[in-house]
């Protein structure tokens, strides 16, 4: 399996998730509230904001031929309306680097991590947000547009109704097991439930006295419909100054997408979730440049709903089924309506088996090779991600990584995944 020479492989990455210290985002404050979910701090991460040359020393060296990576609001604009043109010179930095290793920089501007000031301002929920969103692009693109040629908007733009409706399916499970815990007499249920509102409270009093409201809209909170919309109004307003500054460049945002396959009689759930995910965005991106693929697994349906992983399934650490021919179904899927380009931006898999990420890559790219053959504008595959790192609420406990971190001292050590994925590089 071959793909042509200027077919992107790469791997990807996020601020957050890899810098280290990005002490004035929201998701650091969260990270550090008693009150937290987080099961640990970011803290250092992997360090990247420092040793980036050396990682992408260690990409190029395995064969890849882009990288891409986010910009972070909070470190360019870590107060409102003060912009810091020092980070930028960082980040021109980085991007300088990848092009010294014939590394394409394909650049995010907003992956999941806002600065603490915007959720003060009522966060992704507000009105305000597309123009906040927009002059922060604006000052990044007049400095970075020059030296870029794909540009993605905003990670996963349908990641909060995504949360949205997994808070609202576990909202009711609870409901219904307190119900019958409440009519089989089981007292301590009630104690719980007096510890989980005073937890809930404390949480609030917590939030207030950090951000100033007591509930806060990050980017990753579940979203309302209404702010479905501010999201896509953000993306818009800033599609709409990258090609006033950067004509040149190819915009875009990435969606987070299952392979959602309909069991007989879940045709219907089906296409409600798929119109959700995917359909409801088309008039918000039918303009862009490219479509930003992102997926992991699939998800089966019947008629009473989303179906648990089929029994005896392979699990990855995140409890996903193994499920690599997911992602030519969904190039395939995203491909009948969306007319751009497409990059798969994200696609991997959480585990400590290396053996088991190149069988992953090695199907998932001939999935992607499938679609190529059948003439769809496939142009890049990045590999989620270039090295272990924060996920988020779970910390450091899952392993996605291409190449291993030891934290304590930061050194590096490259997965044998690492030249499996180089290798499918011409150059
Ligand atoms: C996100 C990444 C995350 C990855 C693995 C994607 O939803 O863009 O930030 O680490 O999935 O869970």
Redesign the pocket.
Same mark, same amino acid.
């Given at each position: 399996m071959t793909f042509a020479q200027d077919f992107f492989i790469g791997a990807a990455t996020?601020a957050h +998730?890899v810098e280290g210290n990005n002490i004035h985002s929201d998701y650091w404050a969260q990270e550090h509230m008693t009150h937290t979910e987080f099961l640990e701090p970011s803290g250092d991460a992997v360090d990247h904001y420092n040793r980036y040359s050396e990682d992408i020393r260690l990409m190029a060296d395995a064969g890849l031929n882009a990288y891409r990576f986010s910009v972070e609001w909070a470190r360019i604009e870590p107060e409102e309306g003060r912009f810091e043109e020092k980070e930028l010179a960082h980040y021109l930095d980085m991007i300088h680097t990848c092009r010294e290793h014939h590394i394409e920089p394909v650049v995010t501007l907003l992956?999941?991590s806002s600065p603490k000031w915007l959720i003060t301002k009522g966060g992704w929920e507000s009105d305000e947000i597309p123009a906040y969103f927009a002059r922060y692009v604006r000052f990044v693109m007049e400095r970075l547009g020059k030296e870029l040629h794909y540009v993605c908007t905003i990670? !996963?733009a349908n990641?909060g109704l995504q949360v949205a409706a997994i808070a609202e399916r576990y909202k009711k499970q609870m409901m219904a097991r307190m119900q019958s815990a409440q009519t089989d007499g089981t007292v301590q249920m009630g104690l719980n439930l007096e510890k989980m509102m005073a937890n809930q409270e404390a949480a609030a009093k917590e939030r207030m006295e950090i951000f100033g409201v007591p509930r806060t809209e990050g980017f990753t909170s579940p979203r309302t419909p209404h702010g479905d919309e501010i999201v896509m109004e953000a993306h818009k307003a800033a599609r709409a100054v990258i090609r006033e500054i950067a004509p040149h460049v190819q915009v875009g945002l990435s969606l987070?997408l299952h392979d959602i396959q309909a069991l007989p009689g879940g045709e219907e759930n089906a296409a409600k979730e798929w119109a959700e995910e995917f359909t409801h965005y088309l008039p918000a991106i039918a303009d862009d440049d490219f479509l930003g693929v +992102?997926n992991?697994t699939r998800t089966r349906m019947d008629a009473s709903g989303s179906l648990p992983t089929p029994e005896g399934a392979e699990l990855t650490q #995140?409890d996903y089924e193994f499920y690599p021919e997911g992602l030519e179904h969904v190039i395939r899927k995203v491909s009948e309506d969306f007319k751009g380009a497409l990059l798969v931006t !994200?696609n991997?898999i959480a585990t400590a088996d290396d053996t088991r990420r190149t069988a992953f890559i090695e199907t998932a790219l001939s999935g992607v090779n499938n679609c190529i053959a059948d003439g769809l504008p496939v142009k890049g595959y990045f590999y $989620?991600?270039l090295l272990d790192n924060f !996920? $988020?609420q779970k910390g450091y406990s #899952?392993t996605?990584g291409l190449i291993a971190v030891d934290r304590t001292s930061q050194t590096r050590f490259p997965k044998p995944s690492l030249n499996f994925l180089g290798n499918y590089c011409k150059r």
């Amino acid at each position: 399996m071959t793909f042509a020479q200027d077919f992107f492989i790469g791997a990807a990455t996020a601020a957050h +998730q890899v810098e280290g210290n990005n002490i004035h985002s929201d998701y650091w404050a969260q990270e550090h509230m008693t009150h937290t979910e987080f099961l640990e701090p970011s803290g250092d991460a992997v360090d990247h904001y420092n040793r980036y040359s050396e990682d992408i020393r260690l990409m190029a060296d395995a064969g890849l031929n882009a990288y891409r990576f986010s910009v972070e609001w909070a470190r360019i604009e870590p107060e409102e309306g003060r912009f810091e043109e020092k980070e930028l010179a960082h980040y021109l930095d980085m991007i300088h680097t990848c092009r010294e290793h014939h590394i394409e920089p394909v650049v995010t501007l907003l992956h999941f991590s806002s600065p603490k000031w915007l959720i003060t301002k009522g966060g992704w929920e507000s009105d305000e947000i597309p123009a906040y969103f927009a002059r922060y692009v604006r000052f990044v693109m007049e400095r970075l547009g020059k030296e870029l040629h794909y540009v993605c908007t905003i990670n !996963e733009a349908n990641m909060g109704l995504q949360v949205a409706a997994i808070a609202e399916r576990y909202k009711k499970q609870m409901m219904a097991r307190m119900q019958s815990a409440q009519t089989d007499g089981t007292v301590q249920m009630g104690l719980n439930l007096e510890k989980m509102m005073a937890n809930q409270e404390a949480a609030a009093k917590e939030r207030m006295e950090i951000f100033g409201v007591p509930r806060t809209e990050g980017f990753t909170s579940p979203r309302t419909p209404h702010g479905d919309e501010i999201v896509m109004e953000a993306h818009k307003a800033a599609r709409a100054v990258i090609r006033e500054i950067a004509p040149h460049v190819q915009v875009g945002l990435s969606l987070s997408l299952h392979d959602i396959q309909a069991l007989p009689g879940g045709e219907e759930n089906a296409a409600k979730e798929w119109a959700e995910e995917f359909t409801h965005y088309l008039p918000a991106i039918a303009d862009d440049d490219f479509l930003g693929v +992102q997926n992991y697994t699939r998800t089966r349906m019947d008629a009473s709903g989303s179906l648990p992983t089929p029994e005896g399934a392979e699990l990855t650490q #995140m409890d996903y089924e193994f499920y690599p021919e997911g992602l030519e179904h969904v190039i395939r899927k995203v491909s009948e309506d969306f007319k751009g380009a497409l990059l798969v931006t !994200e696609n991997g898999i959480a585990t400590a088996d290396d053996t088991r990420r190149t069988a992953f890559i090695e199907t998932a790219l001939s999935g992607v090779n499938n679609c190529i053959a059948d003439g769809l504008p496939v142009k890049g595959y990045f590999y $989620w991600s270039l090295l272990d790192n924060f !996920e $988020w609420q779970k910390g450091y406990s #899952m392993t996605f990584g291409l190449i291993a971190v030891d934290r304590t001292s930061q050194t590096r050590f490259p997965k044998p995944s690492l030249n499996f994925l180089g290798n499918y590089c011409k150059r």
